[in-house]
Nanobody, 123 residues
Framework: QVQLVESGGGLVQAGGSLRLSCAAS????????MGWFRQAPGKEREFVAA????????PYLDSVKGRFTMSKDNAKKTVYLQMNNLKPEDTAVYYC????????????????WGQGTQVTVSS
């Protein structure tokens, strides 16, 4: 079992910044891929970014490239999503997820999910 707890969401004006955190606990050694996804009202969940605890470049959703940065602290088993220059279209519930094997952009590949944290960007 892997437990994921997100934090850091909130309300911010367009152009502002937020940093999301996701702390992993449990059998984290068996799940080496961590991903961020988001889901806006009425829309499907979409991939934002993912990384391995060790190695591999981080792929990003095209619309967030240059604005969002995913990072990790292996010792704390925590991943972060720094979100800068936020836009109203970034408004969504953001989820952290864990996977083993391929560094996938598909939500169906991820077995464990956090509870989600709301990000709201006002115009």
């Amino acid at each position: 079992q892997v437990q994921l707890v997100e934090s850091g969401g909130g309300l911010v004006q367009a152009g502002g910044s937020l940093r999301l955190s996701c702390a992993a606990s449990g059998r984290t050694a068996t799940y080496d891929v961590m991903g961020w996804f988001r889901q806006a009202p009425g829309k499907e969940r979409e991939f934002v970014a993912a990384t391995r605890w060790i190695g591999e470049p981080t792929p990003y959703l095209d619309s967030v490239k240059g604005r969002f940065t995913m990072s990790k602290d292996n010792a704390k088993k925590t991943v972060y999503l720094q979100m800068n220059n936020l836009k109203p279209e970034d408004t969504a519930v953001y989820y952290c997820a864990a996977n083993n094997g391929l560094l996938s952009t598909s939500s169906s590949s991820y077995k464990y999910w956090g509870q989600g944290t709301q990000v709201t960007v006002s115009s």
